[in-house]
């Protein structure tokens, strides 16, 4: 009971993750026998967090029965805590990331590697058209103009103000459809606020949220696209831009933060400001609608993010 009251009041906000009223540490140091013997009988001679905060706490009760150095691997800007400083190699997903945990938790610049999480660009591809009309829904293959957007419906992901914008441009780019893959993330009543906006807006014949795919999928429906749209308000490093740009799409994201490490604006996307409507709109009847434009940008998306392939970051993180 203690553990699921913790972890609901943890999740709703209520408490932060490292507050003196039953913070992880404390929990974890309740069970901290159990821990010892588990590293005793494995007896490591390293150990990686793959997160940050429950992670980093259990990892670093950890270390105290070990000489094991601890790893971890940090993705997301708000998951991020105070236990960084005490970690031996912390793996950052962006510069941006890099410099959060440098400036907010005076992490020691000299522990910290910067190793993109990797995408398979042999999976990630332009797709045919063939390959496309095998998984994406016929009733959208020939739509005139084609968005697409892929995220949990969760806070930060900002689907209600590209809605807005999409109920904005939806008379100047007439057969324009948009497809949205994701399911609620655990957060029903974000998702509830999401669709209600959907049909506030007018957006049942436009909008289409499809729920979750595959992974096999997932080519198909940005290989379908003509631009991946998402005013996301803050990211570790997006996998779903990456992708979008490995299977040839452009993209129109958010002009700071790790976003912009990955859209160069004119070059393989647009940045814009996530909180603007009118300037996700403009964006996406500009991209749209000025072929020459989309043409330059797509030519540039796949090479874009060859940097960020699967086998260079297993390359660094072996290195290290």
């Known amino acids: 009971k203690r553990v699921s009251d913790l972890y609901s009041r943890l999740c709703s906000g209520e408490i932060s993750f490292d507050s003196p009223d039953g913070s992880f540490r404390d929990l974890l140091e309740d069970h901290a026998e159990e821990i010892g013997e588990s590293v005793n009988e494995f007896n490591p001679s390293l150990m990686r967090a793959f997160n940050t905060h429950f992670a980093t706490e259990l990892g670093l009760v950890a270390r105290s029965y070990s000489g094991a150095p601890l790893m971890v691997s940090a993705h ?117 606020e999401i669709y209600r906006a959907q049909e506030e807006l007018g957006l049942k014949n436009t909008s289409y949220f499809l729920g979750s795919k595959s992974k096999s999928e997932l080519p198909a429906y940005y290989s379908w696209a003509d631009v991946f749209v998402l005013p996301t308000l803050w990211e570790g490093l997006s996998r779903v831009m990456r992708e979008s740009l490995a299977c040839g799409t452009p993209v129109i994201a958010t002009d700071y933060g790790s976003s912009s490490e990955i859209v160069r604006s004119g070059y393989n996307g647009v940045s814009i400001d996530p909180n603007s409507v009118d300037e996700i709109a403009d964006s996406m009847v500009r991209v749209l609608k000025d072929n020459k434009l989309r043409k330059g940008l797509e030519k540039n998306a796949r090479g874009s993010v060859a940097k960020y392939s699967s086998e260079k970051s297993m390359k660094s993180y072996s290195a290290l």
């Open 76 to 192: 997301d800007p708000t998951r991020l805590t105070p236990a960084l400083s005490e970690v031996d190699a912390l793996v950052c997903e962006s510069h941006e990331l890099r410099r959060l945990c440098i400036e907010n938790f005076s992490v020691d610049p000299g522990r910290i590697s910067v190793i993109h999480n990797g995408i398979d660009m042999d999976y990630f591809y332009p797709n045919s058209d063939s390959e496309i009309s095998d998984v994406v829904p016929k009733e959208f293959l020939d739509a005139k103009y084609k968005v697409f957007s892929s995220s949990r419906l969760v806070r930060g992901k900002n689907i209600e103000v590209l809605l807005r914008a999409i109920s904005t441009v939806r008379g100047e780019l007439p057969g324009l459809i948009h497809l949205h893959l994701g399911d609620d993330g655990g957060q029903p009543s974000k998702a509830a």
